[in-house]
């Protein structure tokens, strides 16, 4: 049976809640996986994905135009959370999951399948950060690897991928490293000493 969109964002942000939960103030200037971004912009970033993709999840346009500052503002933290829990609610209503998506004009699957990637590679990205463990759901990244595999070259030309990470061919690379590395990222990152 295929996972509802709903039920796997449920799974991702279980495990992404945590980490932006253990993010401290004094980490929000660190630099992340994520080169453009520092754990301020990265978590700003991610909510507002987050914000957005429940709009599109109603086949309404989203707004990606202006820089936000949610960190700027009351617990960003517990913002995160209620807005992750609303993104899930709006993947889980009747057609969300049906016809095209916003302005992009994108199945709403494979929509799906973007915030899917964003909250589960971003709550890496975050984790890795600030010092934290992340294992993302295996339903998750069964879901994700494929996806974005399949995504890569359209992330590639719109600039939010970079080239794929060489890693060895080898037994021992997880799936979950071989989607970072498509993405572009290290899988062995770590901040700077």
Request: with cysteine.
């Amino acid at each position: 049976m295929t996972n509802t969109i709903s039920d796997l964002l449920e799974r991702a942000s279980e495990r992404a809640v945590p980490v932006v939960r253990g993010i401290t103030d004094e980490r929000l200037a660190d630099p992340t996986p994520c080169t453009e971004y520092d754990v301020r912009a990265l978590t700003d970033h991610l909510i507002q994905v987050v914000i957005n993709f429940q709009a599109l999840a109603a086949k309404k346009n989203a707004d990606f135009s202006s820089v936000p500052h949610f960190t700027d503002d009351g617990d960003w933290r517990a913002r995160f959370a209620d807005e992750t829990a609303t993104l899930v609610a709006a993947w889980a209503a009747p057609g969300a999951e049906e016809g095209t998506s916003g302005t992009m004009g994108l199945p709403a699957r494979t929509v799906g399948h973007m915030v899917l990637g964003d909250l589960t590679v971003h709550a890496w990205d975050l984790a890795r950060a600030t010092g934290q463990e992340f294992v993302p759901d295996p339903a998750v990244v069964g879901e994700i690897g494929p996806a974005l595999a399949e995504m890569a070259p359209m992330a590639r030309k719109w600039g939010v991928f970079g080239e794929p990470f060489p890693l060895p061919d080898e037994e021992g690379v997880s799936d979950f490293d071989r989607a970072l590395a498509l993405t572009g990222r290290n899988p062995h990152w770590q901040p700077p000493a």
